[in-house]
C-alpha cells in the first residue's frame, strides 16, 4: 500500500466513478440509536458543507459519484439532500442503488430474512444490550452495546445468511448477495463502467470487497481494508476529504 499523496494524474486518467462509504469517510464513525418499545430515535452524522463543496467540485469535472453505504435510503437522501441531483446511492450494503428517483434492486432478501426476524425481535426485547433496530428494507440492522453471541447463535442456524458486529450493530444479510461488492458490480452496469474507471474508498471490513471490485482502491483504515493507496487515520481532515483534496489538485 501506498500513501495517498504519492497518487498521480496519470493513476487518474481513466477514472469516471468515485465511490465513497460514508461512515468513517465522509462522517466520522457512528450512528447512535435508541428505542424505548415502538419508538426508535436514530441520531445521524450530517455531511459536512466543505464536503458537499468538494462533492460538487468533482462533478463540475466530470466525475460520476457514487455512494455506498450500509445505511437506509432514506437516512442517505436526508445527508446528499444538496447534491441528489447528481449522486447515486447504493444501500443496505448493496441491495439497491437510487439513483435520480429511480430505484435499481439488486437483490430480493425477503424469504431468507423473515424467519430469522421475529426471533431477533424476541430476544431484543429480552436483552437490555441490543439497543433497538435501525429501520432497514432489505437488511437487518441491530444496534448494540457490546458482541452478543446469541444474535451470532440465531444467525448462524441459516446457512444462507451471514452477520458480523462492526463495533457498533449487527447487519444480518445474505451471504455473498447483499455487499457493496455486488452492489457496485450493478451500478457499473447501470452507468457502462468498466473496473479501471472506477475508484473506491473505504474504512471498515465490509468494504474490503468493495474497493477490490474498482479498478483504483483506497483504504481509510490501513488495518481493517487492504488496498492500493491508503489514506493516513490520524489527521484533521476525514478521509474522504484528504481524497478529494488530491484529486481538485491536479
Ligand atoms: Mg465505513
Given at each position: 500500500?501506498?500513501?495517498?499523496?504519492?497518487?498521480?494524474?496519470?493513476?487518474?486518467?481513466?477514472?469516471?466513478?468515485?465511490?465513497?462509504?460514508?461512515?468513517?469517510?465522509?462522517?466520522?464513525?457512528?450512528?447512535?440509536?435508541?428505542?424505548?418499545?415502538?419508538?426508535?430515535?436514530?441520531?445521524?452524522?450530517?455531511?459536512?458543507?466543505?464536503?458537499?463543496?468538494?462533492?460538487?467540485?468533482?462533478?463540475?469535472?466530470?466525475?460520476?459519484?457514487?455512494?455506498?453505504?450500509g445505511?437506509g435510503?432514506?437516512?442517505?437522501?436526508?445527508?446528499?439532500?444538496?447534491?441528489?441531483?447528481?449522486?447515486?446511492?447504493?444501500y443496505e450494503n448493496?441491495s439497491a442503488?437510487?439513483?435520480?428517483?429511480?430505484?435499481?434492486?439488486?437483490?430480493?432478501?425477503?424469504?431468507?430474512?423473515?424467519?430469522?426476524?421475529?426471533?431477533?425481535?424476541?430476544?431484543?426485547?429480552?436483552?437490555?444490550?441490543?439497543?433497538?433496530?435501525?429501520?432497514k428494507e432489505f437488511i437487518?440492522?441491530?444496534?448494540?452495546?457490546?458482541?452478543?453471541?446469541?444474535?451470532?447463535?440465531?444467525?448462524?442456524?441459516?446457512?444462507?445468511?451471514?452477520?458480523?458486529?462492526?463495533?457498533?450493530?449487527?447487519?444480518?444479510?445474505?451471504?455473498?448477495?447483499q455487499?457493496?461488492?455486488?452492489?457496485?458490480?450493478?451500478?457499473?452496469?447501470?452507468?457502462?463502467?468498466?473496473?479501471?474507471?472506477?475508484?473506491?474508498?473505504?474504512?471498515?471490513?465490509?468494504?474490503?470487497?468493495?474497493?477490490?471490485?474498482?479498478?483504483?482502491?483506497?483504504?481509510?483504515?490501513?488495518?481493517?481494508?487492504?488496498?492500493?493507496?491508503?489514506?493516513?487515520?490520524?489527521?484533521?481532515?476525514?478521509?474522504?476529504?484528504?481524497?478529494?483534496?488530491?484529486?481538485?489538485?491536479?
Amino acid at each position: 500500500m501506498k500513501p495517498l499523496d504519492q497518487i498521480s494524474k496519470e493513476d487518474l486518467s481513466k477514472i469516471k466513478m468515485i465511490v465513497f462509504d460514508v461512515d468513517g469517510v465522509l462522517v466520522p464513525r457512528g450512528t447512535k440509536i435508541k428505542q424505548v418499545g415502538n419508538t426508535t430515535t436514530l441520531q445521524t452524522k450530517v455531511i459536512a458543507e466543505k464536503q458537499i463543496e468538494q462533492i460538487s467540485e468533482l462533478n463540475r469535472r466530470g466525475y460520476l459519484i457514487n455512494i455506498s453505504s450500509g445505511r437506509g435510503l432514506y437516512m442517505l437522501q436526508e445527508m446528499f439532500r444538496d447534491i441528489l441531483p447528481f449522486v447515486s446511492l447504493t444501500y443496505e450494503n448493496g441491495s439497491a442503488t437510487w439513483y435520480r428517483g429511480k430505484i435499481y434492486q439488486h437483490v430480493n432478501s425477503f424469504e431468507y430474512l423473515k424467519d430469522v426476524f421475529p426471533k431477533l425481535k424476541k430476544l431484543a426485547s429480552e436483552n437490555k444490550d441490543i439497543r433497538g433496530f435501525e429501520p432497514k428494507e432489505f437488511i437487518i440492522t441491530l444496534h448494540c452495546k457490546k458482541q452478543i453471541k446469541e444474535i451470532e447463535e440465531i444467525v448462524k442456524k441459516y446457512p444462507k445468511l451471514t452477520t458480523f458486529w462492526n463495533g457498533e450493530a449487527y447487519d444480518v444479510e445474505l451471504k455473498k448477495d447483499q455487499t457493496k461488492a455486488v452492489g457496485l458490480r450493478h451500478v457499473m452496469k447501470v452507468f457502462k463502467l468498466k473496473r479501471e474507471n472506477v475508484m473506491a474508498i473505504g474504512d471498515n471490513y465490509n468494504d474490503q470487497e468493495l474497493v477490490k471490485e474498482s479498478g483504483m482502491s483506497v483504504s481509510a483504515d490501513k488495518t481493517r481494508v487492504k488496498a492500493k493507496f491508503y489514506v493516513p487515520l490520524e489527521g484533521e481532515f476525514l478521509p474522504a476529504d484528504v481524497l478529494m483534496q488530491k484529486i481538485l489538485s491536479f
